[in-house]
Antibody, heavy 115, light 109 residues
Framework: QVQLVQSGAEVKKPGASVKVSCKAS????????INWVRQATGQGLEWMGW????????GYAQKFQGRVTMTRNTSISTAYMELSSLRSEDTAVYYC????????WGKGTTVTVSS | QSVLTQPPSVSAAPGQKVTISCSGS????????VSWYQQLPGTAPKLLIY???KRPSGIPDRFSGSKSGTSATLGITGLQTGDEADYYC??????????FGGGTKLTVL
């Protein structure tokens, strides 16, 4: 079945970077964009950006420009989201989701930023 | 503050119908398709409605979507206790970003 499997929880110190992975299975990885969305505890959904796994083209939310990088490794059908210069406000669950419609979601990766 | 405006909460009795509104502008809802997502407690969001009113396979026809101008509405009929969740609307914006509503918590009394 179609699924996105994300990497495990991370704990980082302020100023560090985190790289979250999202492994696709059950479909052709390069056929659908991957979006990244985050959600702080008790808060709503916040879109971070998208990546086309075929071309590698990306589009980032203005809020994260300069701090986020989305990449992929097509040989292992995996997308990555790296966020740098972490601060406490970046503590959240990070989700990857397939396609413009976000029809398939990963289970989420908890990133905790704490000194 | 979210770009799209949703009521923070709605409630209704089991078996009843509820609607959730999502208000935007010509920069987003007015010129783009709207999607709706259901987020059960402690789980990832799930696509309920896409392209304003289409349901993915496996989503019961108790869930419906509509759009008029710069607003969209999610309707749920025959409410069940299992429908208790947060519901989010989302769409693309002219800033080439995806925008979401702040979410609506549905309580089935």
């Amino acid at each position: 079945q179609v699924q996105l499997v994300q990497s495990g929880a991370e704990v980082k110190k302020p100023g560090a970077s985190v790289k979250v992975s999202c492994k696709a299975s059950g479909y052709t990885f390069t056929s659908y964009d991957i979006n990244w969305v985050r959600q702080a505890t008790g808060q709503g959904l916040e879109w971070m950006g998208w990546m086309n796994p075929n071309s590698g083209n990306t589009g980032y939310a203005q809020k994260f420009q300069g701090r986020v990088t989305m990449t992929r490794n097509t040989s292992i059908s995996t997308a990555y989201m790296e966020l740098s210069s972490l601060r406490s406000e970046d503590t959240a669950v990070y989700y990857c989701a397939r396609h413009d419609n976000m029809d398939v979601w990963g289970k989420g990766t908890t990133v905790t930023v704490s000194s | 503050q979210s770009v799209l405006t949703q009521p923070p909460s709605v409630s209704a009795a089991p078996g009843q119908k509820v609607t959730i509104s999502c208000s935007g502008s010509s920069s987003n809802i007015g010129n783009n398709y709207v999607s709706w997502y259901q987020q059960l407690p402690g789980t990832a969001p799930k696509l309920l409605i896409y392209e304003n009113n289409k349901r993915p396979s496996g989503i019961p026809d108790r869930f419906s979507g509509s759009k008029s101008g710069t607003s969209a509405t999610l309707g749920i009929t025959g409410l069940q206790t299992g429908d208790e969740a947060d519901y989010y609307c989302g769409t693309w914006d002219s800033s080439l970003s995806v925008v979401f509503g702040g979410g609506t918590k549905l309580t089935v009394l």
